[in-house]
């Protein structure tokens, strides 16, 4: 047994069991859910599109490496640094390094999922510099000292009361009797102190940092959604910005991110556009009134350069980070996100997870799938996950030549026991008579009341009868049936 | 692998072209049973065979039938999962429809067997296979323009489809159009119907409690539809949905499509 896979077995478990977040779940999936597809139905052809980003992105990324050295070249000629980090080791160090020559003890960040894969609010505060989230969503799960359970909502599983109840506990203890306010469930109260705090933080902070959705070659500029103004304040108000991305966000021309974002904001949010969209190009030019006067970009691979180099699961590239596979996924929607044990939840973890993280850390999550295929078909650049969740599967449990080649932890999810039983089965499926002698066998077990409850006492049949009567094994299997019924359509050539 | 959208706006799989179009009837088919239904449902096996036949087209099953291989090839076993397949390969020669009553079954060998073939010297012979599969519902419906005549007192009907029936094979009208033609059939809708039932197969006890979660809420929604049948064309999802309704004491009876409609249009009852 994997450690991790039975790790994931009990905290879905044990999610599952929790009411409240059963419920605060529902709601927002149900929510945003209903949201998406009114967006999606207002399109004209909304699988074309699907289809139309999915060949922007594979183009990209048959381009890729050519196109990040074009934006590299754009980037710098404008004066923006261009970092590359192959580690998240890495990642952090060049953020420290950028910090602590300018003396920053302040950082403001705006939402950012690299920044999650780098640990970086951790790491930043072990050297002594304080970290803020200034998206409202991270805002509040790094005050309850949470990570993200959702990609796009990271506060997603917590209820209006329990956000309430920790402003109020939280608040004035952190930043200062001045935000000690009275309990409130009301919104717009709630919104406002948070927002009270980051003004002042805005301003104080030495750095800002960013995600970034977008990366165009041909301009080198970076595009920025988000509807807060957070990010905007984060890339333009403190004097260095640094943007954090990661090597697949890079497109070729700017004409290819209106495409993008259309379905991306549709499929995130059910928003038509967000209320802000940031282009950014370079640091404060001479004469200009604002912006920082330093820009970073980072480029981080984190394994993404090993999962490139396959055909197929460089597919897994495609993401655009909308979250709609979380929110239509029927596992996903039912445990939310920290039961999964990474930074990636959802159908697009399961994919992501077991290809950074190793699949001795991270196969089991492909094999937690009914392979429904709701995921694919929300999808706005059609990334074809059961499809990955099965390559994935067979990697963790057959390996072939590449995958030993590519993924850490290939063949690891293997068990002998499941092993052997599928050998049993192929040599049964291969075996007509055995398999016909097996299914009667089957079915005079089923005949009698001792033999179905035999069935249902050991291993997998158990497990299923716990909850569910056992289905009843046919006396007479269809084979019989056919063979035996009076008309005679059968097939004349039986032979095996 | 390519998946053109359907009309109604959904990612799909190719559909089935090699299988005649809207009106050519072939003379004979094959039918593929499945393990699933050979075990467990036989009847509904027989009633997709007698529903074909009763068309005027002839219905031969190779009696050397096992498994597809679907089983080992979603839990990653590759080589298992073609060796199953291998055994089934010889048994389609003669280049007719192949028809199975399962969206999931029908997929493996639709969609899935290519890929598992790719570079394998069968992989020629397996695409043309492929090509020829055809899910019962979407024959009788689409290939056949099956006319049913309905002999059975008024019920109320609410179907589930089955995620592979619709989201692989792209079959998505052709049961609610087969169920659309019996007059004393209501057919309700069945809330969330496009979410999975939690049964995935292995998936039903490697991750048990995901499973029960999901069933539980498919059972309860299949409760609220107020239908006193509830009709499925993947015998997966059937014995997962109706061991749960059944265990909570459900008056509710679940019934693969084929044998559903196979009574009303002889008059048995249901």
């Known amino acids: ?496 | 692998m390519s998946s053109p959208p359907s009309q109604d706006g959904r990612v799909v799989p190719f559909r089935p072209e090699g299988v005649g179009v809207n009106g050519e009837k072939p003379a004979s088919v094959y039918f593929y049973g499945t393990c699933l239904v050979d075990t467990f449902l036989p009847e509904a096996g027989l009633a997709a065979v007698e529903l074909i036949e009763a068309e005027g087209v002839r219905v031969i099953f190779p009696q050397g039938q096992t498994c597809c291989g679907q089983p080992p090839f979603n839990s990653g076993y590759r080589r298992e999962a073609r060796q199953a397949a291998r055994a089934q390969l010889a048994l389609f020669a003669e280049p007719i429809p192949v028809v199975v009553p399962s969206g999931s079954c029908g997929a493996m060998l639709k969609v899935h067997y290519p890929e598992l073939f790719k570079g394998e010297p069968e992989e020629e012979a397996v695409r043309a296979l492929a090509a020829r599969v055809v899910e019962w519902s979407d024959f009788m419906a689409r290939v056949l323009g099956a006319r049913l005549k309905d002999r059975g007192d008024p019920v109320r009907v609410t179907y589930h489809p089955s995620c592979h029936m619709v989201r692989e094979m792209g079959v998505r009208e052709a049961p609610k159009a087969l169920l659309g033609q019996l007059e004393g059939v209501t057919l309700l809708p069945l809330p969330d119907e496009g979410e999975c039932c939690g049964f995935g197969g292995t998936f039903a006890v490697k991750q048990a409690p995901l499973s029960r979660a999901m069933v539980g809420d498919k059972s309860r929604a299949v409760e609220e539809s107020g239908a006193e049948v509830l009709v499925s064309g993947d015998a997966g999802c059937l014995l997962n949905i109706e061991g749960t309704l059944t265990r909570n004491g459900s008056s509710v009876q679940c019934l693969p499509l084929p044998l559903f409609i196979k009574r009303r249009v002889s008059g048995d009852s249901a």
Not at chain 1, 275 to 288: A, D, I, K, Q
Not at chain 1, 377 to 387: F, G, R, W, Y
């Open chain 1, 1 to 496: 047994m994997i450690p991790d896979a039975g790790r994931f077995l009990r905290e879905s478990g044990s999610a599952l069991n929790d009411g409240n977040l059963r419920r605060n779940l529902h709601k927002a999936m149900t929510t945003i859910r209903g949201r998406r597809n009114e967006r999606f139905s207002e399109l004209v052809d909304a699988p074309a599109l699907q289809k139309i980003n999915n060949s922007i992105k594979r183009r990209a990324l048959a381009d890729l490496p050519a196109l990040l050295e074009q934006l590299e070249a754009k980037l710098t000629a404008r004066g923006v640094v261009v970092h590359w980090a192959e580690t998240t080791t890495e990642a952090n160090a060049i953020v420290l390094d950028i910090a602590r020559r300018r003396g920053v003890k302040l950082v403001v960040k705006g939402k950012s999922m690299v920044s999650e894969e780098m640990g970086l609010n951790r790491f930043l505060a072990d050297e002594g510099i304080e970290a803020l989230e200034a998206d409202l969503g991270e805002f509040i799960v790094q005050l309850a000292d949470q990570t993200p359970s959702h990609i796009v909502v990271p506060a997603v599983h917590m209820s209006k009361g329990e956000i309430a109840r920790l402003f109020k506990d939280t608040l004035g203890e952190k930043f200062g009797e001045g935000y000690s306010e009275d309990y409130t469930e009301d919104v717009a109260a709630l919104t406002a102190l948070a927002r009270r705090v980051l003004r002042e933080k805005f301003q104080a902070a030495g750095m800002g940092v960013s995600g970034v959705n977008f990366a165009v070659a041909e301009t080198g500029t970076l595009a920025l959604v988000e509807n807060e103004g957070n990010g905007r304040m984060v890339t333009t108000v403190p004097p260095v910005h640094v943007a954090l991305m990661g090597l697949e966000k890079v497109v070729p021309r700017l004409e290819d991110v209106a495409p993008l974002v259309r379905l991306l904001t549709r499929s995130a949010t059910g928003q038509p556009i967000t209320t802000y969209f940031n282009w950014l190009s370079s640091p404060r030019r001479p004469g200009e009134l604002d912006g920082p006067e330093e820009v970073h970009l980072i480029v981080l691979d984190n394994g993404r350069s090993s999962i490139y180099s396959d055909e197929e699961l460089r597919e897994t590239l495609d993401c655009i980070r909308c979250g709609a596979c979380l929110n239509i996924c029927p596992v996903y929607s039912r445990i939310g996100g920290h039961a999964y044990g990474s930074v990636y939840m959802g159908p697009i973890g399961k994919i992501l997870t077991p290809q950074m993280a190793g699949l001795s850390e991270g196969g089991h999550l492909a094999g937690a799938s009914t392979l429904c295929g709701a995921c694919q078909e929300v999808c706005p650049v059609s990334i074809p996950i059961p499809n990955l969740l099965l390559r994935l599967r067979q990697e963790g449990g057959q390996p072939t030549a590449r995958g030993r080649a590519l993924l850490r932890g290939a063949g690891s999810t293997r068990k002998m026991g499941e092993a052997m039983i599928w050998k049993g089965w192929s040599a049964l499926a291969e075996r007509p008579a055995v398999y016909r002698l097996a299914t009667r066998l089957l079915g005079m077990l089923g005949a009698t009341s001792l033999g179905r409850a035999g069935l249902g006492a050991f291993g997998p049949g158990r497990t299923w009868n716990l909850t569910r009567e056992m289905p009843r094994p046919a006396s007479r299997t269809l084979h019989d049936l056919m063979r035996t019924r009076p008309q005679s359509h059968q097939d004349q050539h039986t032979s095996e």
